[in-house]
Each structure stands twice: as structure tokens, then as C-alpha cells.
């Protein structure tokens, strides 16, 4: 008979301990979803990629940085899963046509797949060699539009931004090295596949030079294209009985 007791006292004891264990439990988790619920939930990071003018972050959005998850995400669908890059592919591929180069492909079909895959080589490449420069140096790889008014000053900005963009305080602006170190190293690794005798140093100048017309064309069209949109749909509204 003692020794019931005994265990019945030492079970309430346990019992008593597992209730007070559990109450804690409660009270912490009750206190974390209320700090949940009062803590405003972090912006979605802004991953738009147009099929034109590429990566940007709209004019009204905060610039936060990237994490390496957000940037390999941004690089697969600047690279892979949006049509820019193969728009771009075959613009220049019918630029390379036309002008007959390399003028030992020839200006049949043939020549022009070939062109087609060597453009196409090139840019993956540059874009895989700009996102890991990017990356590693903690750099912005989006254009951000004008917080600005005005045409030449958000004309500016756009030619601006094709030479320095943020480092990872998204404050501070620095060189656009990884840009166009990928440009350049894109260049000389795409003139190694092209026919014999080609300067591999020519071909990352040209490169370099390439993207900094187009780079500066995408970010004029990206800065001004909301504007564009609202003058095209009024022109149909307009046009409409």
C-alpha cells in the first residue's frame, strides 16, 4: 500500500511537470504567432524579366537586395525560360547574315544555323559569366528605374545605368565590371568555334563594344516603356467606334 502511493505521488509529479512543459510550449508558441501576425511580412523579391529589355525593377518598388537563390532564379529566366535572350539570338543572327560574317559560313541556311547557334552560345555564356560576377561581387543586376522626372534625366539614368549599377547596399554605385567582363570573356570564348585565323582578342572588344549600344538601347526602352504602353492604348482606345 505505501508503495502505491509512492507511485501515484511520483506519477503526479510527472503529470504535473508534462502539463507545466506543455503550458510553456503554448505561451511560446502563442507569443511567436502574435509577433508573426505584427511583423509586416517582407516585400516579394522583384524578378521581372521582360522579354525586350530584360531584368528591372519597376520605378514604385523598393530595391532590396538579392539573395543567391533570388539571383540563380533571375539568371535561369534571363538565360533559359523567357524569350529575350532568343529574341536577341536571332536579331543578331540576321545582322551576321546579312553582313556575310564570318564569311566562311556562307549565306545559305546552313550558314545562318550556325549563326544562330554560335549567337546563341555567346550570350548564355555572357549571361552565365555576368550573373556569377555579379554574385560574387555583390553587385545589382537589374535595371531600376528613375525614381525621377523628366526625359533627359530618365534618359540619362538609363545611359548611366549601362556603366555602374549598386553593390549589394543597393546605395552605393560602382562600375559595371561584371557586365562587361562577361561581354568580353563571351566574346574571346565564342571566337575559338568561328573559323581559323580570328583575333580572340578583337572578338571580346567587339563584345565589350556590343554591349554598350545595346545596353544602353534595353535600358532607354525599359525606362520608357510603361510610358509607350499608355500612349499605345490610348492611340486604340482612340481608334476604336
Not at 19 to 38: D, E
Not at 72 to 94: D, E
Request: charged fraction near 20%; aromatic fraction near 12%; charge should be positive.
Amino acid at each position: 500500500m505505501r508503495f502505491r502511493c509512492i507511485a501515484r505521488f511520483a506519477n503526479a509529479k510527472q503529470v504535473a511537470r508534462f502539463r507545466v512543459l506543455v503550458a510553456m510550449v503554448v505561451v511560446i508558441l502563442a507569443r511567436y504567432a502574435a509577433a508573426q501576425a505584427t511583423t509586416p511580412p517582407k516585400p516579394a523579391p522583384q524578378l521581372n524579366v521582360n522579354w525586350l529589355y530584360g531584368a528591372y525593377v519597376p520605378k514604385d518598388a523598393p530595391l532590396e537586395p538579392l539573395s543567391n537563390h533570388d539571383r540563380f532564379r533571375l539568371y535561369l529566366r534571363q538565360t533559359f525560360t523567357t524569350p529575350g535572350i532568343y529574341v536577341k539570338t536571332v536579331l543578331f543572327s540576321l545582322g551576321d547574315q546579312l553582313n556575310n560574317s564570318p564569311p566562311d559560313w556562307g549565306t545559305g541556311f546552313g550558314g545562318f544555323a550556325r549563326r544562330v547557334g554560335s549567337r546563341q552560345g555567346q550570350f548564355v555564356i555572357q549571361n552565365s559569366f555576368t550573373a556569377l560576377g555579379n554574385g560574387l561581387l555583390g553587385y545589382e543586376p537589374r535595371y531600376d528605374r528613375c525614381r525621377c522626372s523628366g526625359f533627359w534625366r530618365r534618359t540619362g539614368h538609363a545611359v548611366a545605368r549601362n556603366f555602374v549599377t549598386y553593390n549589394r547596399t543597393e546605395k552605393a554605385l560602382r562600375p559595371q565590371f561584371a557586365l562587361y567582363a562577361g561581354a568580353f570573356g563571351a566574346g574571346v570564348v565564342s571566337g575559338t568555334w568561328k573559323p581559323s585565323n580570328r583575333d580572340l582578342l578583337a572578338e571580346g572588344y567587339r563584345g565589350a563594344i556590343t554591349q554598350v549600344s545595346f545596353g544602353i538601347a534595353a535600358n532607354w526602352v525599359g525606362e520608357f516603356a510603361p510610358d509607350l504602353k499608355r500612349i499605345l492604348r490610348g492611340k486604340k482606345a482612340a481608334n476604336q467606334p
